[in-house]
């Protein structure tokens, strides 16, 4: 798992898609060329920051079709749509699917340089949310079920005495649960295990 | 209606009721006061034979007897044996009694003239006093039916009027030749008027049956007394058996046959004759067998004319049918066909004029790819060099593919050249005002969507110049869209395109065009590229339009400029083209788009 932006490059001509290889690589990009949708989807790894450019007008999987395909596969990356003359409505719907934006060709070349990396940083912020939270979702699974009750009381703002009453143990047990749960989810104090749990998904029950 | 409801309380009464008035009802043809006094004596005898009843004369004429009987204002009726007949179709009268008078019922022809028999009639004029008149008409005129049918046509009757002395003047004045009248008539007026009327006398005459007075008919059955549907059956039978118990001037006797009477009524088809036979029996009887097989002939003969007749209408209906079908079938297929031939020339025309735009999107879409790919290898190289990390091998790789790009695109233009040249060029003489007038209906529509006016100057005289109408149009329809496009910012009322025609002898023998629009016009540089392939001043043009029309005009062996006007804003494009001449039929055809 890199941390290394990929950009994919989707297009049924090669000249074109070479040429815009060339254009990116020039900034130093990661660039990597797909003939087609199907193409893409097989060797995508959906955790590497990056962004797509796909055209829009291809034989085979179309734009939108391979916008659709990447929603079903829950796949953060954004993507940029590349159109020919006069595609400007079906643009517009790809924008409406999920695209990040549209580009005519032929591409202006700051243009594009400008939202690739604008794209590259949104993904970037994506990627490492995700990351975050496949953490935090680990920690949270290695939690016992009494951990568990216990984290719940602290975050509903319950004093250890309250929670030994709730649970019905002695409060010194939940100081052992307390430190142990702080523990497992890297939390060096109360105010960040709650930041945690609520980053978690937790508190909003 | 109170008289109708009268009768019928009469009809349900019984007879031992209080005096209750009966009317009878009396022709009257010669004055009420005649009819009165004439039947007084009649009455009498009835009021003193019948003390319960009370007898009323009615004096009528034969319309008002006849009304006086449908609404059943009378109980009995004396009119003349035509009369009766005819009451007794149509009212259901039966007569109980028969007058016996002194007079016969019968007709006398009169005259002053040497005339003897019906036939003498012929083409004289006689004065009948109505041609409703029983004795003073019918009778007579029945006579002449029998002797001779044509007889009556070639008779003039001359109408006088009641008093039936009236007649007898007529004839004695000259206003007729003859006159009818009631048999002992003129005897009683030779009588009353001694002296005046003495030079009549009967012609025709026929046995009178021992009466004193000379007929010219058959005697009829006389006046009789009839009694209507509603008169109840005791009353009648009372009164029949007083009328005949009378004595007097009038005297009564038995109700006689009326049969002779129907007989003349059916000969003149008259009363309830009026539509021929009504009972043919008579006829029947003496013919029947002839009958029988004339009737099975003419039923037969009918029966097969008739089916006959039907199978050929039916035929005839068919055929005018399937006849006016195919009429409009063919109208139909011939106009399908002209519409279909219409269509095919619009579409093949506006095929022709699109072309222009149909490439528009085609060589967009064409040239997008080659375009797209050196646009990144010239980028990228850019950027490389900028950043000063650009390697020989990515500088030979960029260069390569620009330059295999850049013949891609060339393929591509040169790929819409062959198909711009695909049509035969079709060069023929044309009138250049014929010319503007075929373009002006292309293109009117878009100048009407921009809110654009044509003016356009073209004098008809002008000589003809050799040209392919479908190509010229193409220029003039670029031309026009052009000026149309340069205006979208000009205010309405400005937007204006002027179009003249001028003949012209620089450099040889032609004919100008001038366009002139009011739109944002051209600046020097793009003027000095007017009309440069792939130069375009418009947003999302491509620079075709001009290109592909100018070499259109000078395959023409024309030319085409641009400038500014002399005053105002806009642009004015002249196209020059030469007059119609035998050297330039060769160009035409052999020239390269």
Same mark, same amino acid.
């Given at each position: 798992?890199?941390?290394?932006?990929?950009?994919?490059?989707?297009?049924?001509?090669?000249?074109?898609?070479?040429?815009?290889?060339?254009?990116?690589?020039?900034?130093?990009?990661?660039?990597?060329?797909?003939?087609?949708?199907?193409?893409?989807?097989?060797?995508?790894?959906?955790?590497?920051?990056?962004?797509?450019?796909?055209?829009?007008?291809?034989?085979?999987?179309?734009?939108?079709?391979?916008?659709?395909?990447?929603?079903?596969?829950?796949?953060?990356?954004?993507?940029?749509?590349?159109?020919?003359?006069?595609?400007?409505?079906?643009?517009?719907?790809?924008?409406?699917?999920?695209?990040?934006?549209?580009?005519?060709?032929?591409? /202006?070349? @700051?243009?594009?340089?400008?939202?690739?990396?604008? *794209?590259?940083?949104?993904? &970037?912020?994506? #990627? $490492?949310?995700?990351?975050?939270?496949?953490?935090?979702?680990?920690?949270?699974?290695?939690?016992?079920?009494?951990?568990?009750?216990?984290?719940?009381?602290?975050?509903?703002?319950?004093?250890?005495?309250?929670?030994?009453?709730?649970?019905?143990?002695?409060?010194?047990?939940?100081?052992?649960?307390?430190? /142990?749960? @702080?523990?497992?989810?890297?939390?060096?104090?109360? *105010?960040?295990?709650?930041? &945690?749990?609520? #980053? $978690?998904?937790?508190?909003?029950? | 209606?109170?008289?109708?409801?009268?009768?019928?309380?009469?009809?349900?009464?019984?007879?031992?009721?209080?005096?209750?008035e009966l009317r009878i009802?009396?022709?009257?043809?010669?004055?009420?006061?005649?009819?009165?006094?004439?039947?007084?004596?009649t009455v009498q005898g009835l009021n003193?034979a019948l003390?319960?009843h009370h007898f009323r004369l009615?004096?009528?004429?034969?319309?008002?007897?006849?009304?006086?009987?449908?609404?059943?204002?009378?109980d009995f009726?004396?009119?003349?044996?035509?009369?009766?007949?005819?009451?007794?179709?149509?009212?259901?009268?039966?007569?109980?009694?028969?007058?016996?008078?002194?007079?016969?019922?019968?007709?006398?022809?009169?005259?002053?003239?040497?005339?003897?028999?019906?036939?003498?009639?012929?083409?004289?004029?006689?004065?009948?006093?109505?041609?409703?008149?029983?004795?003073?008409?019918?009778?007579?005129?029945?006579?002449?039916?029998?002797?001779?049918?044509?007889?009556?046509?070639?008779?003039?009757?001359?109408?006088?009027?009641?008093?039936?002395?009236?007649?007898?003047?007529?004839?004695?004045?000259?206003?007729?030749?003859?006159?009818?009248?009631?048999?002992?008539?003129?005897?009683?007026?030779?009588?009353?008027?001694?002296?005046?009327?003495?030079?009549?006398?009967?012609?025709?005459?026929?046995?009178?049956?021992?009466?004193?007075?000379?007929?010219?008919?058959?005697?009829?059955?006389?006046?009789?007394?009839?009694?209507?549907?509603?008169?109840?059956?005791?009353?009648?039978?009372?009164v029949?058996?007083?009328?005949?118990?009378?004595?007097?001037?009038?005297?009564?006797?038995?109700?006689?046959?009326?049969?002779?009477?129907?007989?003349?009524?059916?000969?003149?088809?008259?009363?309830?004759?009026?539509?021929?036979?009504?009972?043919?029996?008579?006829?029947?009887?003496?013919?029947?067998?002839?009958?029988?097989?004339?009737?099975?002939?003419?039923?037969?003969?009918?029966?097969?004319?008739?089916?006959?007749?039907?199978?050929?209408?039916?035929?005839?209906?068919?055929?005018?049918?399937?006849?006016?079908?195919?009429?409009?079938?063919?109208?139909?297929?011939?106009?399908?066909?002209?519409?279909?031939?219409?269509?095919?020339?619009?579409?093949?025309?506006?095929?022709?004029?699109?072309?222009?735009?149909?490439?528009?999107?085609?060589?967009?879409?064409?040239?997008?790819?080659?375009?797209?790919?050196?646009?990144?290898?010239?980028?990228?190289?850019?950027?490389?060099?900028?950043?000063?990390?650009?390697?020989?091998?990515?500088?030979?790789?960029?260069?390569?593919?620009?330059?295999?790009?850049?013949?891609?695109?060339?393929?591509?233009?040169?790929?819409?050249?062959?198909?711009?040249?695909?049509?035969?060029?079709?060069?023929?003489?044309?009138?250049?005002?014929?010319?503007?007038?075929?373009?002006?209906?292309?293109?009117?529509?878009?100048?009407?969507?921009?809110?654009?006016?044509?003016?356009?100057?073209?004098?008809?005289?002008?000589?003809?110049?050799?040209?392919?109408?479908?190509?010229?149009?193409?220029?003039?329809?670029?031309?026009?869209?052009?000026?149309?496009?340069?205006?979208?910012?000009?205010?309405?009322?400005?937007?204006?395109?002027?179009?003249?025609?001028?003949?012209?002898?620089?450099?040889?023998?032609?004919?100008?065009?001038?366009?002139?629009?009011?739109?944002?016009?051209?600046?020097?540089?793009?003027?000095?590229?007017?009309?440069?392939?792939?130069?375009?001043?418009?947003?999302?043009?491509?620079?075709?339009?001009?290109?592909?029309?100018?070499?259109?005009?000078?395959?023409?062996?024309?030319?085409?400029?641009?400038?500014?006007?002399?005053?105002?804003?806009?642009?004015?494009?002249?196209?020059?083209?030469?007059?119609?001449?035998?050297?330039?039929?060769?160009?035409?055809?052999?020239?390269?788009?």
């Open positions: 798992m890199t941390d290394e932006a990929v950009i994919h490059v989707v297009d049924d001509d090669q000249a074109a898609r070479e040429g815009l290889a060339f254009l990116l690589s020039a900034l130093g990009l990661d660039v990597r060329c797909h003939a087609g949708g199907a193409e893409l989807l097989a060797v995508l790894d959906p955790d590497r920051p990056g962004c797509i450019l796909a055209d829009l007008r291809m034989p085979g999987m179309s734009g939108l079709e391979l916008l659709d395909a990447l929603r079903d596969l829950d796949c953060p990356l954004p993507v940029i749509m590349i159109t020919g003359h006069g595609d400007v409505p079906a643009a517009v719907r790809a924008m409406q699917q999920g695209a990040l934006d549209f580009l005519e060709k032929p591409v /202006n070349g @700051m243009a594009l340089v400008n939202r690739v990396t604008e *794209a590259i940083a949104i993904s &970037r912020d994506t #990627a $490492a949310a995700r990351r975050m939270r496949a953490a935090l979702d680990d920690r949270l699974a290695s939690l016992t079920a009494r951990e568990a009750e216990v984290a719940r009381a602290v975050l509903a703002g319950r004093l250890n005495k309250q929670i030994a009453a709730d649970l019905g143990i002695s409060q010194k047990t939940v100081e052992i649960h307390r430190h /142990n749960l @702080m523990d497992k989810m890297g939390a060096g104090s109360a *105010a960040e295990l709650v930041r &945690r749990l609520v #980053a $978690a998904g937790w508190g909003q029950d | 209606m109170r008289a109708l409801l009268a009768a019928l309380c009469l009809s349900a009464i019984p007879v031992q009721a209080a005096a209750e009802g009396v022709l009257d043809y010669a004055g009420a006061d005649y009819a009165l006094s004439h039947w007084a004596y003193a003390p319960d009615v004096a009528l004429d034969m319309p008002a007897l006849d009304a006086a009987l449908a609404e059943g204002a009378v009726v004396i009119t003349n044996p035509g009369h009766y007949a005819q009451l007794e179709y149509g009212h259901r009268i039966s007569r109980i009694a028969t007058t016996e008078d002194d007079a016969p019922v019968a007709g006398s022809l009169i005259t002053t003239q040497d005339l003897d028999s019906l036939d003498d009639l012929a083409g004289k004029r006689l004065a009948v006093v109505s041609t409703e008149a029983f004795g003073g008409f019918r009778l007579i005129w029945g006579e002449m039916m029998d002797s001779n049918p044509r007889l009556p046509s070639r008779i003039e009757l001359v109408e006088t009027g009641f008093p039936m002395q009236r007649v007898a003047d007529a004839v004695l004045d000259g206003q007729a030749d003859a006159g009818a009248m009631r048999a002992c008539m003129l005897e009683q007026l030779q009588a009353d008027h001694p002296g005046r009327y003495d030079a009549l006398r009967v012609f025709a005459q026929r046995d009178s049956g021992g009466s004193d007075c000379a007929v010219s008919t058959r005697i009829y059955p006389g006046w009789p007394f009839a009694k209507t549907e509603a008169t109840p059956p005791d009353t009648a039978k009372q029949a058996l007083a009328l005949l118990a009378m004595g007097g001037d009038t005297r009564w006797t038995v109700p006689v046959d009326y049969q002779p009477v129907h007989d003349l009524l059916r000969r003149l088809r008259i009363g309830p004759y009026a539509r021929g036979p009504v009972s043919p029996g008579d006829v029947v009887e003496d013919y029947r067998d002839w009958l029988i097989a004339l009737a099975l002939a003419l039923l037969f003969w009918a029966i097969y004319s008739v089916r006959i007749e039907r199978r050929v209408r039916q035929r005839t209906r068919e055929l005018d049918d399937s006849n006016h079908r195919l009429r409009l079938e063919m109208a139909e297929r011939q106009r399908m066909e002209e519409a279909e031939r219409q269509h095919r020339r619009e579409i093949e025309h506006v095929a022709r004029l699109s072309i222009l735009g149909e490439m528009a999107s085609s060589i967009a879409h064409e040239l997008n790819q080659p375009l797209a790919a050196i646009s990144g290898f010239a980028q990228g190289s850019l950027i490389r060099l900028q950043g000063g990390t650009m390697t020989a091998p990515e500088m030979q790789t960029a260069a390569t593919r620009i330059a295999e790009q850049a013949e891609r695109a060339a393929t591509v233009i040169r790929r819409i050249r062959a198909f711009v040249r695909k049509r035969e060029v079709q060069m023929q003489p044309l009138r250049p005002a014929d010319l503007l007038r075929d373009s002006q209906a292309l293109f009117a529509p878009a100048a009407n969507r921009g809110g654009v006016s044509v003016t356009i100057d073209a004098p008809d005289n002008l000589p003809r110049v050799l040209a392919d109408p479908i190509q010229m149009q193409q220029v003039l329809l670029n031309l026009v869209q052009n000026a149309i496009d340069a205006m979208q910012t000009t205010p309405p009322e400005d937007r204006r395109i002027d179009i003249t025609l001028r003949s012209d002898t620089t450099p040889k023998p032609g004919v100008t065009l001038r366009l002139r629009d009011h739109g944002t016009g051209m600046d020097p540089a793009a003027l000095a590229r007017f009309a440069e392939a792939f130069h375009t001043t418009k947003p999302d043009g491509i620079g075709l339009g001009l290109a592909l029309s100018r070499s259109i005009v000078e395959a023409h062996g024309g030319t085409m400029q641009a400038g500014p006007p002399a005053t105002g804003s806009g642009l004015v494009v002249t196209i020059w083209l030469p007059v119609a001449g035998d050297d330039l039929e060769r160009k035409g055809a052999d020239h390269d788009g």
